[in-house]
């Protein structure tokens, strides 16, 4: 059974970094791997991308709102995604998940991936 489980969320003064991770189990779900995402949710809001990585050649595609500012990695060995987020804001205030799919789709809509994590919560005052 496929399990994505983010970590690294947490509260953080506007200006600050946070860095999340999403270990992702199953080993045929690694090797079926399309591409990876991270998605936020802030509440009264939609679910909106934030960053994808496509498995297999590594290319990165980010929302216009966190460029420059997130970078998202994967470490294939540990089948392992991260999400590095640098000068954050108070807007970057969201439920931030975990996502991944093993068929071809569109990398900036959430309905697109059928698999997701539990979500967790980063906070950013100001």
């Known amino acids: 059974q496929v399990q994505l489980v983010e970590s690294g969320g947490g509260s953080v003064q506007a200006g600050g970094s946070l860095r999340l991770a999403c270990a992702t189990s199953?080993?045929?779900?690694?090797?079926?791997?399309?591409?990876m995402g991270w998605f936020r949710q802030a509440p009264g809001k939609e679910r909106e991308f934030v960053a994808g990585?496509?498995?297999?050649?590594?290319?990165?595609y980010y929302a216009d709102s966190v460029k420059g500012r997130f970078t998202i990695s994967r470490d294939n060995a540990q089948n392992t995604v991260y999400l590095q987020m640098n000068s954050l804001k108070p807007e970057d205030t969201a439920v931030y998940y975990c996502?991944?799919?093993?068929?071809?789709?569109?990398?900036?809509?959430?309905?697109?991936?059928?698999?997701w994590g539990q979500g967790t919560q980063v906070t950013v005052s100001s």
């Open positions: 996502a991944g799919r093993d068929v071809i789709g569109r990398d900036y809509y959430p309905e697109d991936y059928n698999y």
């Open positions: 199953g080993r045929t779900f690694s090797l079926s791997l399309y591409a």
């Open positions: 990585i496509r498995w297999s050649g590594g290319r990165t």
